[in-house]
Nanobody, 120 residues
Framework: VQLVESGGGFVQAGGSLRLSCAAS????????MTWYRQAPGKQRELVAT???????NYADSVKGRFTISRDNAKNTFYLQMSSLKPEDTAVYYC???????????????WGQGTQVTVSS
């Protein structure tokens, strides 16, 4: 299963961006879907996650500003980012666990990453 991200870019502080992550390939089910980010010189951190049932979880640093959502029919999930701050600057990665068939085990897949830069 391949994950393809889009929507990153350059934005001024206070602005908004929407990231997308589309999964393709042999998919029986996907659960959960997660956005991570990694700033220069820092460890990768979890930003937000959403289960197949729609339950969400956010890092404290983005609560109230970011919204994660998913379209199960399209195997695509999104990260709507608002009130962006310079400290949100990072490469954002999507990740998911999937099964290719009913009998297979869950495997992990990562997107290639998309750069988000927020200027002050």
């Amino acid at each position: 299963v391949q994950l393809v991200e889009s929507g990153g870019g350059f934005v001024q502080a206070g602005g908004s961006l929407r990231l997308s992550c589309a999964a393709s390939g042999r998919i029986f089910c996907i659960h959960p879907m997660t956005w991570y980010r990694q700033a220069p010189g820092k460890q990768r951190e979890l930003v937000a996650t959403i289960t197949s049932g729609g339950s969400t979880n956010y890092a404290d640093s983005v609560k109230g500003r970011f919204t994660i959502s998913r379209d199960n029919a399209k195997n695509t999930f999104y990260l709507q980012m608002s009130s962006l701050k310079p400290e949100d600057t990072a490469v954002y990665y999507c990740n998911t666990f999937y099964k290719s068939t009913y009998y297979s085990t869950y495997k992990s897949s990562w997107g290639q990453g998309t750069q988000v830069t927020v200027s002050s």
